[in-house]
């Protein structure tokens, strides 16, 4: 696996990569490699010929009393692992081959980028959308994978890709992949290194509350009462705070009151000590 960190170095790699037609994935990811991004990776293999994979902690995305700083760092053991899942060539620029001085321009995605972690991170899928189509642009995917663990996140960029026309559409272009969980339900996170031994413990009652939700709304129980049930357990498991724990339309994020046959979803962030965590999980359409 070749590792390039300028713009020339990308285009002269992916120009031998391509060779004579060959499919491209791109995985977008921040690093702090866990099985999580690894599962992209494994996808892309299974709808490409080769992935690329791209490590960069964007600024862009992170507000200004938010992680940026302390989100860990460790390119050499993330090589290793993309190596490992034969990974052929890593992006890793550093922030000024991204936003070189003078980079003015900002994509914003209205409406789906509003609600849920938009509404406490202000600013944040712009910074997203923005690194994104800059990825796209620069390594130019005949597939991209992203994970449902981010699911507004996937939203907004699917919209994005939508609007600006960047998929390719005869191969499939963006493609969701499902949460990948430790043993115990807590979603793989980089920031999941954050936590100390007890909110470890306690995240897990995350999950396993959305999880009780589920079951509730399953069994006909009013929406808003489930919701509320779902904070107090949060927080009952040890969490600070909840953003939000939200049942959505699946596509269109749109805040939900009763379950319907259309998709669903219920989403949840929510703070313990100094880390901020999200899961999502589908919920059971009404069966006609
Ligand atoms: P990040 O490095 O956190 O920006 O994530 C990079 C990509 O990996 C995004 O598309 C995430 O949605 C995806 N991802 C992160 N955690 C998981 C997980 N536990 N399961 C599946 N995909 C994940």
Redesign the pocket.
């Known amino acids: 696996m070749q590792t390039v960190n300028t713009l020339d170095m990308l285009r002269t790699a992916l120009r031998q990569l391509r060779g004579d037609g060959k499919l491209i994935a791109l ?11 690894l ?2 990776v494994r996808r892309g293999h299974e709808v490409a010929d080769c992935v690329v994979a791209s ?1 960069f902690v ?1 600024p862009k995305q992170f507000g200004p009393n938010e992680d940026l700083n302390a989100y860990p760092r460790q390119l050499a053991a993330d090589a290793a692992l993309l190596e490992g899942e034969g990974c052929a060539l890593l992006w890793a620029p550093a922030v000024e081959a991204m936003y070189p001085t003078g980079f003015a321009t900002n994509i914003s995605v209205a409406g789906i980028s509003d609600g849920l972690c938009g509404a406490a991170r202000p600013g944040h899928f712009d910074g997203v959308a923005t690194v994104v189509c800059k990825l796209f642009q620069q390594v130019q995917p005949d597939v991209a ?6 699911f507004q ?2 939203a907004v960029i699917r919209a994005m890709a939508r609007d600006l026309d960047l998929t390719h559409p005869h191969v499939g272009a963006i493609i969701g ?5 430790e043993a115990d339900g807590l ?5 999941n290194r954050y936590l100390s031994p007890d909110q470890r413990v306690a995240a897990t009652g995350m999950p396993r509350a959305m999880q009780t939700a589920i079951a509730r709304l399953d069994s006909g129980a009013d929406v808003a009462a489930v919701l509320a049930e779902l904070e107090a357990e949060i927080i009952a498991a040890g969490f600070a705070s909840v953003d939000y724990a939200v049942l959505a339309d699946s596509t269109s994020l749109a805040p939900l009151t009763i379950l319907t046959a259309a998709p669903a979803r219920l989403l949840v962030a929510a703070r313990i000590g100094g880390t901020r965590l999200i899961d999502n999980m589908a919920v059971n359409p009404l069966q006609a």
């Open positions: 995985v977008p990811t921040m690093g702090a490699l866990h099985e999580g991004h599962t992209l490590i964007n994978l992203f994970g449902e663990k981010d996140q996937l992949v499902p949460t990948v969980r979603a793989m996170s980089s920031r």
